[in-house]
């Protein structure tokens, strides 16, 4: 008689990456470590080894899942400021889905070819449009910088700055919440997406002009 299906998922190098981002989305990333993901899995930490190259590739293919839920097919078809405003939307949402990823990803080296991949997409689309070389990653990490902190709005407390107690100390702040206050917190965050995002475009649009004319 021949042997079924195991009941569980064999081990390979997939199933261990999206055990890992499973297990940051839950748990935060100060909870990712390879003998908790290990436990996660029901093997021995030496088991991932077989299969993974240590901590650093399971981070890198951590960020290859994450960067895989962001579009950048825009850059194909349409001109760089509108390309850009499509990608930096799928960039803040698939952070948004997994914020407790982004201080993990933030402090280690980028080398997946995924990754490198987007990034290739994004400067070459620059490049085209007529953007100097020794400015491609300057624009790039504007960007960058912005949808992150964009991401990590989209999931903080609905209050986050409370000056109760303290509003004759600062009239006009505690004046501005008090007129945002009727909104839905998902409607801040996203009003203040769209306002950043077309400032930051905007902005780089007027720099190329100048060093065009420079």
Known sequence: MGRGRPRVPLLGAD???????????AEGAGAFSLPRLASRLGVRTASLYNHLDGRAEVIEGVRRLI???MDVSAFDTLPWPDALAAWARSYRDAFARHPHSIDLLATTTISSPATLGMYEAVVAALARGGWPQERLIGALTSVESFLLGSALDLVAPPLMIDPAGHAPRVPVLAAALESTAGGSKAGRAEEAFAAGLDALI???VVQLAELREG
Do not use: K, P, S, Y
Request: glycine share 6%.
């Open 15 to 25: 199933l261990i990456v999206r055990e890992a981002l499973a297990l940051i989305d």
């Open 67 to 69: 960067v895989e839920e």
């Open 202 to 204: 905007r902005g780089l």
